[in-house]
């Protein structure tokens, strides 16, 4: 059974830190790329961050860049994002998910796997 399990969300006061996690487990992991996606309320689910397990290359939306890192422990086939220096807009639910095509990371409709999500909310 494929599964991925997202941890990690929490509430947090503006310029606070968090740390999600995604296991993932029931697939070949080598053979995917992790991405974390967010969506808030009223609007669409927007990339966030991927990582490519067969070549460690990861990606950033402009809008994260310099504050969240994502990385893996590819041993545990976990992922994780770190996110620094949170703001109110980073409010959100947060997805992991799965896909074979990194190419395409910031979009939805590649990833074939997802999580069920954890909620972030920054206060200000």
């Keep these: 059974e494929v599964k991925l399990v997202e941890s990690g969300g929490g509430l947090v006061q503006a310029g606070g830190s968090l740390r999600l996690s995604c296991a993932a487990s029931g697939f070949a992991f080598d053979d995917y790329a992790i ?11 927007e990339g966030v961050s991927c990582f490519s397990s067969s070549d460690g290359n ?27 220096n949170l703001k109110p807009w980073d409010t959100a639910v947060y997805y992991c998910a799965a896909t074979k095509s990194p190419w395409y990371w910031g979009t939805v409709r590649p990833y074939d796997y997802w999580g069920q999500g954890t909620q972030v909310t920054v206060s200000s």
Excluded: C
């Design 35 to 45: 991405g974390w996606f967010r969506q808030a309320p009223g609007k669409e689910r």
């Design 58 to 84: 990861t990606h950033y939306a402009d809008s994260v860049k310099g504050r969240f890192t994502i990385s893996s422990d590819n041993h545990g086939n976990q992922v994780y994002l770190q996110m620094n």
